[in-house]
């Protein structure tokens, strides 16, 4: 039995669970997400819980009865709290502003690069070095925050680009000079 699978998900008290045929409809506080479910899995609701169940002990079905199971939590999670990443930016004359719908970031291109933020997605810019990429979808928050990084990724020699808060970047070293 899949130890994550086997775990039933707990409702809040905020949160509607909606299951009709194959999807399964979550709605809360912050939005609402939907979710097809793989046909070897099924999902039912008892006790004000989500309980995710497989159809054989194939590798298939046992890899889809954790997928599932996660993927609904994290669903869960997302409508009461949320997701957020954070992404610094490092280099001289670097620098990050949001300007109505769009993201524009300075990052030692000739032009300045405009970011259209995508609909259920917040970004923040508390200070011209900080990013704060927040939503109620875990996808959608992390393709944000990657498509951001994917502008200036950090460079192994100065260290220099957009990384993730936290994130260690490996230096090497530059040529030296006799």
Do not use: C, W
């Not at 899949?2 to 509607?16: E, H, L, W, Y």
């Amino acid at each position: 039995m899949s130890r994550i699978g086997k775990k039933p998900v707990q409702i809040p008290d905020k949160v509607k669970v909606a299951i009709e045929a194959r999807t399964v409809k979550v709605e809360g506080p912050k939005g609402k997400l939907s979710l097809n479910v793989h046909p070897r899995v099924t999902v039912t609701i008892e006790d004000n819980r989500v309980i995710v169940k497989r159809k054989s002990d194939l590798k298939l079905d046992k890899s889809l009865h954790g997928l599932t199971r996660s993927l609904i939590n994290n669903m869960i999670i997302g409508v009461t709290d949320g997701y957020r990443k954070d992404l610094e930016i490092i280099g001289v004359g670097f620098k990050a502003a949001v300007q109505g719908k769009q993201l524009v970031l300075n990052l030692g291109f000739s032009h300045p690069i405009n970011y259209a933020i995508p609909e259920g997605i917040t970004i923040q810019v508390p200070k011209p070095l900080n990013i704060s990429v927040s939503g109620f979808d875990k996808r959608l928050v992390g393709q944000t925050a990657a498509e951001i990084r994917d502008f200036h990724r950090p460079e192994p020699y100065k260290g220099k680009g957009i990384r993730y808060a936290g994130e260690y970047v490996r230096r090497k070293v530059g040529k030296k000079v006799a």
